[in-house]
């Protein structure tokens, strides 16, 4: 039987809302492994974040945007003796801020791309119903020049109650993968009923695993 990813402890660092704060964290951690998160505002990322995590890791609101900092936290998985970190970064492509919360928003992100340690996984997160939208265009497009393996996590796949809904979601699958091959893994989940959350568990605690020993034969 695989080993799934069984969280021993999770507990919050800092959130940065200030550039300078942030890089001055990831100059000091190079070699961070992780996971970061990353979606459009209202796909359900901190309910997923709580579902690996813990039911109090992130905040789950129904306001798009509520997430204006990028949150770190460390957490130890059973299994695996080491501290390994999570980033659950802002939501993007929301455009209900002020335009000096974008500037930040963005100030804050372009930092975060250009110093985060390349043994973090880019988890991200789409609606199942409406995958793919543009601000996913663009999003996919800047993280496929940069050296870290990603996975693409659809998730309120429960919502899907049609045969073609679900056929659509497949084709729509299948004809963005040759553009984006950094895109490891696809996951269909539901964060809220768990369903399919298994199989990214699994998958998240190999990454790890890898990763630890990678640097262990460095």
């Not at 928003?105 to 880019?122: A, E, G, K």
């Not at 870290?148 to 699958?173: G, R, T, W």
Request: charge should be positive; charged fraction near 25%; glycine fraction near 6%.
């Amino acid at each position: 039987m695989n080993q799934i990813l069984k969280v021993s402890r999770c507990d919050f660092i800092m959130g940065f809302e200030k550039n300078g704060q942030l890089q001055s964290w990831l100059e000091l951690n190079p070699q961070a492994i992780g996971f970061a998160f990353l979606g459009r505002s209202n796909v359900g990322k901190s309910s997923l974040i709580n579902s690996l995590f813990g039911k109090k890791t992130a905040r789950v609101s129904n306001t798009p945007g509520r997430t204006q900092q990028i949150n770190i936290f460390e957490f130890e998985i059973y299994g695996i003796d080491n501290v390994f970190y999570l980033f659950d970064v802002p939501g993007y492509g929301h455009a209900n801020v002020s335009q000096r919360t974008m500037k930040n928003w963005n100030q804050l992100m372009d930092t975060f791309f250009q110093l985060i340690s390349p043994l973090v996984l880019l988890i991200n997160i789409q609606d199942a119903r409406h995958p793919y939208q543009k601000a996913d265009q663009h999003f996919l497009s800047y993280i496929k020049q940069l050296p870290h393996e990603s996975y693409l996590v659809l998730n309120k796949i429960d919502k899907l109650k049609k045969q073609s809904e679900k056929a659509k979601l497949k084709l729509q699958v299948k004809e963005l993968l040759p553009e984006f091959k950094m895109l490891k893994q696809i996951f269909e989940l539901s964060a809220l009923s768990k369903k399919g959350v298994d199989k990214l568990e699994e998958s998240l605690y190999q990454y790890l695993e890898k990763k630890m020993l990678a640097i262990s034969e460095t």
